[in-house]
């Protein structure tokens, strides 16, 4: 069995926070050993979130192997930043989606309407509202790039009259 998706985390002000977080790390160990679960320290990462310029510094160790820090990292599904920014997030999403997109354009292009519009709803939108009450936000970038996905569906999904000919494959 593995433990996915754990997370633990606590406010660091000072030196002593770092020790407290690290015996939190360390009592991991006993609730490793009553759910018969273990913690693999190499896919484990250390992330801080501030806005300081001068954060304080600790290095955490989980069977005695010291975690990678890093400056992003992905906790469900969400793309985290240690500067408290989604542009990250926003842009995979959104790249993402504009896959999902024009998958469904190549695979359900001579659908009717509606038949798209469901595909793109099913398929496509949730990947743009997956955890936006968590980065829904005013930033005009963002909103441009998740409009631009939605622009460019809404045209696919609206679309009428498609056109099919058929033309003779010609050899020589």
Not at 21 to 41: T, V
Not at 51 to 58: D, I, N, S
């Amino acid at each position: 069995m593995f433990a996915d998706d754990c997370l633990l985390y606590r406010e660091i002000r000072d030196e002593h926070d770092t020790r407290i977080l690290q015996a939190d790390l360390d009592s991991l160990r006993r609730w490793e050993q009553k759910w018969s679960m273990e913690f693999n320290p190499s896919k484990c990462k250390a992330i801080t979130f501030t806005k300081k310029t001068k954060p304080v510094k600790g290095e955490y160790k989980l069977h005695n192997q010291v975690l990678t820090t890093v400056t992003s990292a992905k906790y469900l599904r969400v793309h985290l930043n240690n500067k408290r920014s989604w542009n990250d997030d926003v842009d995979i999403t959104t790249k993402k989606a504009s896959k999902t997109l024009n998958f469904v354009r190549r695979n359900f292009s001579t659908c009717p309407s509606h038949i798209r519009k469901q595909c793109y709803k099913t398929l496509g939108r949730p990947q743009l509202e997956y955890a936006s009450t968590v980065w829904d936000n005013n930033v005009k970038r963002n909103i441009d790039n998740i409009d631009a996905v939605q622009r460019r569906a809404a045209r696919f999904t609206s679309r009428t009259g498609v056109h099919l000919v058929s033309l003779p494959c010609c050899r020589s």
